[in-house]
């Protein structure tokens, strides 16, 4: 079972990056996914989350409008599109599937 997340980088504030995260040796069809977030100093926090079949979304107050979780089953992908990006959205970005987690990928928002 593995998560692999991407897209990380640096951007400027008001930039967008693209994350993803790609599950190999299972399925995630059925699977609620999620977004988490940790920042240095900070606890992990919850990001997005999306229904198996993508029809249900829930964000982070500090999030929304500007953060869209999306999923692709055919390509056992979940994506993070992040707009708007601002300082304070440095962090380690990490996958979840059921007890699963990705190893994160880094965004820093720098100018």
């Known amino acids: 079972v593995q998560l692999v997340e991407s897209g990380g980088g640096l951007v400027q504030p008001g930039g967008s990056l693209r994350l993803s995260c790609v599950a190999s040796?299972?399925?995630?069809?059925?699977?609620?996914m999620s977004w988490f977030r940790q920042a240095p100093g900070k606890e992990r926090e919850l990001v997005a989350t999306?229904?198996?079949?993508?029809?249900?979304?829930n964000y982070a107050d500090s999030v929304k409008g500007r953060f869209t979780i999306s999923r692709d089953n055919a390509k056992n992908t979940v994506y993070l599109q992040m707009n708007s990006l601002k300082p304070e959205d440095t962090a380690v970005y990490y996958c979840?599937?059921?007890?699963?987690w990705g190893q994160g990928t880094q965004v820093t928002v720098s100018s």
């Open positions: 979840k599937a059921a007890n699963y």
């Open positions: 040796k299972f399925t995630i069809n059925w699977l609620i």
């Open positions: 999306i229904s198996g079949a993508g029809g249900s979304t």
